[in-house]
């Protein structure tokens, strides 16, 4: 599986961007989906994850409330729709593919990396 993210930016306080990831090479509906970052600086930290039927969904302290996971997996796509965005929030943002069906948030549980892409929040 090829993972390829999109959506990232430069925004301002306050303000949101929704993020895309699509699949390539293989469906992933049967995999839970992950969203990561990593600041700069800073280890890659867990973000939201959403089980193969997108029953389940976990999110980071630092994003519940604000932060939303979703899929379509007729299409392919995982979507992070992020809200109220907080400088805080400046990273590099990745969508993985975990090995298991459900909802995880340990990194070392996903095996399938995009190439992330840049959100930038400015105060």
């Known amino acids: 599986v090829q993972l390829q993210a999109s959506g990232g930016g430069l925004v301002q306080a306050g303000g949101s961007l929704r993020l895309s990831c699509s699949a390539s090479g293989r469906t992933f509906r049967n995999n839970a989906m992950g969203w990561f970052r990593q600041a700069p600086g800073k280890e890659r930290e867990f973000v939201a994850t959403?089980?193969?039927?997108?029953?389940?969904?976990l999110y980071a302290d630092s994003v519940k409330g604000r932060f939303f996971i979703s899929r379509d997996n007729a299409k392919n796509t995982v979507d992070l729709t992020m809200n109220s965005l907080k400088p805080e929030d400046t990273a590099v943002y990745y969508c993985?593919?975990?090995?298991?069906?459900?909802?995880?948030?340990?990194?070392?549980?996903?095996?399938?990396w995009g190439q992330g892409t840049l959100v930038t929040v400015s105060s």
């Open positions: 993985a593919a975990a090995r298991s069906r459900w909802a995880i948030t340990a990194d070392s549980d996903y095996d399938n």
């Open positions: 959403i089980a193969w039927v997108g029953s389940t969904t």
